[in-house]
């Protein structure tokens, strides 16, 4: 399975942006799709975005629609989380993951995200 590592978290102020980075090593071929999660304090992890690894085709939380954009780049092997307009309820470790068949089964460490009021 695929290695997943995340990068471009931080601490940011209210409306800002953050591009997060997710670089994929190993297994890059059988990938289906690939995703961002994210996980608040006291809560489950929660679906964000995701991005067929063959083809454009692109989904979002209600919550981030039109704030957040996901793409990718199958050279690099890399899957990028752009976020716009950021909001303190956006606070959360984000989850990098690959997605084989029906089944998100490789995932990264997390960043975390923290957006000041």
């Known amino acids: 399975q695929v290695q997943l590592v995340e990068s471009g978290g931080g601490l940011v102020e209210t409306g800002n942006s953050l591009r997060l980075s997710c670089a994929a090593s190993?297994?890059?071929?059988?990938?289906?799709?690939m995703g961002w999660f994210r996980q608040a304090p006291g809560k489950e992890r929660e679906f964000v975005a995701g991005?067929?690894?063959?083809?454009?085709?692109?989904s979002y939380a209600d919550s981030v629609e039109g704030r957040f954009y996901i793409s990718r780049d199958n050279i690099q092997n890399t899957v990028h989380l752009q976020m716009n307009s950021l909001k303190p309820e956006d606070t959360a470790v984000y989850y990098c993951?690959?997605?084989?068949?029906?089944?998100?089964?490789?995932w990264g460490q997390g960043t975390q995200v923290t957006v000041s009021a």
């Open positions: 993951a690959a997605k084989y068949g029906k089944i998100w089964a490789s």
């Open positions: 190993g297994g890059t071929s059988t990938i289906y799709a």
């Open positions: 991005i067929m690894w063959s083809r454009p085709d692109t």
